[in-house]
């Protein structure tokens, strides 16, 4: 990607102002105009170089110049900022920031796809990193999340099967069965993050250890070292012909791979009850990356409309192409409010309480990210849909999370069954009488 002409000002958050009336807190804020510092001073510097420096050679090895800004970000103290007291109640991993502390912090991160991990905050490590802060032994977590926590490797999350629609997470076929001190694990998955990365050394698994009971109580999760037996990585996978190197995702075979018992995580039978704690941190970061990449798309949308004339006029004296900048900024600002609520709903009810708040903005963000991108490429023109800007790819990526974590159809159905919930309606009851 060359550098983008005409860009404005990077890293301002409109409504910066109000966050602390909403409750984010003093350090917080604080923590925000150092990371915005260093968005401006080091990552957006260097996107044309990392760039490069992909493209030059082994796509899938890890980069010298994301490791000199990974060390100065942990130098600033700008370094697992993600990990909520909720997960990590007496404060030994994480930097102590509530969700809705988070939020703005993981925004500005957002706003350049591959930031976050720099500041180690990066998808899928952080909500593995969340499991086994909550739900990991103590031995788990000196193996896997100490490593994580200090950058040295990666992680992926294996769920997703080709074979199934995994939509619904019940159809999971994969086997997690006992044999006396270890598990063998047989299956098939794919949409792996991060798995391009040579370092990423584990992945959490999540397979049916019993299929006789309940449905909610068949799948377990556990941790499969990537280098063991069995374990085959089969290709890796493109977004909309983007592969994401060097992080990317792929598809992982398991063949009676063997792992000691101790690495399932807090028991069988317990991968939904899991997989609840974990998707719903991730998927409300997921948005509030969501929205900073929106924030730059609507900055990179008004500098081209100041800067570009047609038909004798600048783009922005058109009364279309300022109807694009208004409807951006209205719904930029929309999603970002429904995400603070929805984080500070996690921080005072919990993640349970809040799922149809994060379900709403899971719908939300990424649909507001879509139009404001493609209203920028729209404004651009060619250049929009090129490498020479990085629009093109944020619109793949955004496209993408309308799947990633639940599709959206299965985020509406949590949200409508909530408000017929809350208006007195039973679906149960038959042809939606009342309860």
């Not at 796509?59 to 909720?86: I, M, T, V």
């Not at 920031?97 to 180690?120: K, T």
């Not at 990365?197 to 068949?218: H, K, N």
């Not at 490429?377 to 619109?395: E, F, N, W």
Request: aromatic fraction near 6%; include cysteine; charge should be negative.
């Amino acid at each position: 990607m060359t550098a983008v002409p005409g860009r404005a000002t990077p890293g301002t958050v409109p409504g910066a102002a109000a966050l602390a009336a909403f409750g984010v807190s003093e350090r917080a804020l604080e923590l925000l105009t150092r990371l915005t510092r260093f968005m401006e001073e080091r990552i957006y510097p260097s996107e044309a170089a990392v760039q490069a420096e992909t493209d030059r050679g082994d796509r899938w090895a890890h980069l010298e110049l994301l490791e000199d800004l990974k060390r100065a970000a942990q130098a600033q103290g700008l370094w697992n900022l993600f990990l909520p007291p909720s997960s990590d109640p007496q404060g030994r991993f994480g930097a102590g920031l509530s969700n809705l502390d988070y939020a703005p912090l993981a925004e500005q991160m957002g706003r350049v796809w591959w930031a976050p991990e720099v500041f180690n905050c990066s998808a899928p490590d952080t909500g593995n990193m969340e499991v086994l802060a909550r739900y990991g032994s103590p031995e788990q977590q000196e193996q896997w999340l100490v490593p994580l926590l200090n950058g040295e490797i990666h992680s992926g999350f294996c769920m997703t099967e080709p074979e199934v629609a995994s939509s619904d997470a019940t159809n999971i076929q994969a086997s997690i069965r006992r044999e006396g001190d270890e598990y063998v694990i047989n299956g098939r998955k794919w949409w792996t993050s991060g798995a391009g990365d040579p370092r990423c050394r584990v992945a959490i698994f999540m397979g049916r250890t019993d299929p006789d009971a309940e449905r909610w109580r068949q799948q377990s999760m556990i941790l499969v070292p990537l280098d063991a037996p069995g374990v085959t990585r089969e290709r890796m996978l493109t977004v909309f012909g983007y592969d994401d190197a060097p992080h990317g995702h792929a598809e992982f075979s398991f063949q009676d791979v063997r792992v000691p018992a101790s690495n399932l995580i807090l028991g069988e039978g317990r991968g939904f009850e899991i997989a609840q704690g974990r998707l719903g941190p991730g998927r409300i970061h997921h948005c509030m990356r969501l929205i900073g990449q929106a924030e730059r798309a609507l900055e990179l949308m008004v500098a081209r409309a100041a800067e570009r004339t047609a038909f004798g006029k600048p783009l922005a004296a058109h009364q279309h192409v300022r109807e694009l900048i208004a409807q951006s900024r209205m719904e930029i600002d929309q999603a970002r409010l429904l995400t603070l609520q929805a984080a500070q709903m996690m921080d005072t009810v919990g993640n349970k309480a809040a799922r149809g708040e994060i379900a709403a903005i899971k719908v939300v963000a990424p649909n507001v990210a879509l139009k404001v991108i493609d209203r920028a490429i729209q404004v651009y023109g060619g250049a929009g849909v090129s490498q020479d800007t990085p629009l093109a790819q944020m619109y793949a990526q955004a496209r993408t999370l309308r799947l990633a974590d639940g599709p959206d159809i299965v985020h509406t159905e949590t949200v409508a069954k909530a408000e017929l919930a809350r208006q007195g309606i039973d679906l149960r009851a038959g042809r939606g009488g009342q309860a």
